[in-house]
């Protein structure tokens, strides 16, 4: 993987950071698999070569994640259900406490994986994020099981409808010319 050697300031005007959501439990039917957007975020990467050398940080906004899609469900989400979706998720996450998720990286694993720490909710938790590049495009993700962080995945009809533990954050960014 070649990259050019650098410092990248980017954000959502550069690409998208994506947490895609599922449902579990009896009611799982009636809920939505849901795509949500972090709209206010910024990534600092520093890049070298050898490619080791390189790291990146990370802050998104917890209050700046918004529903963008939901599939599945008995019914189509509605901007009600987004806001009221919006206003739970910022419950959660506790976002007058804990503003930002944060990730910074501890190395990077070869061509295809950055090992870092990733803070949700004050807590920090080792991840390891598959990453490629093509061109100028970085390409990404990494699956996040809530509890680890200490989150109860929200539930709904006394628990019969569930959002997954798992849930997976992806990214897809383009590097500055």
């Given amino acids: 993987m070649a990259v050019r050697e650098g410092t990248y300031e980017l954000g959502p005007d550069d690409g ?7 449902r579990s439990g009896l009611g799982r039917r009636a809920g939505h698999d849901l795509t949500i957007e972090a709209t206010r975020w910024t990534a600092v990467v520093e890049a070298r070569e050898p490619l ?20 599945g469900g008995v019914k189509p989400l509605t901007d009600e259900d987004r806001a009221e979706i919006g206003k739970n998720l910022r419950k ?4 007058r406490r804990y503003p930002q998720i944060t990730f910074v990286s501890t190395g990077i694993a070869g ?3 950055i090992e ?10 080792p991840v390891r994020i598959r990453v490629g590049l093509s061109g100028d495009r970085v390409q990404g993700g990494v699956t996040v099981t809530q509890s680890r962080w200490g989150i109860k995945p929200y539930s709904a009809f006394f628990g019969a409808l569930r959002l997954a533990d798992d849930v997976e954050i992806e990214f897809d960014l383009r590097l500055p010319g």
């Fill in 111 to 113: 061509d295809e994986l």
């Fill in 92 to 95: 959660v996450l506790d976002v």
């Fill in 52 to 71: 080791d050398g390189s790291s990146v940080e990370v802050t998104v906004d917890v209050d700046a994640l918004e529903v963008r899609e939901g599939t």
């Fill in 116 to 125: 870092g720490d990733l803070t949700i909710m004050g807590r920090v938790k």
């Fill in 16 to 22: 998208r950071l994506l947490v895609r959501t599922g």
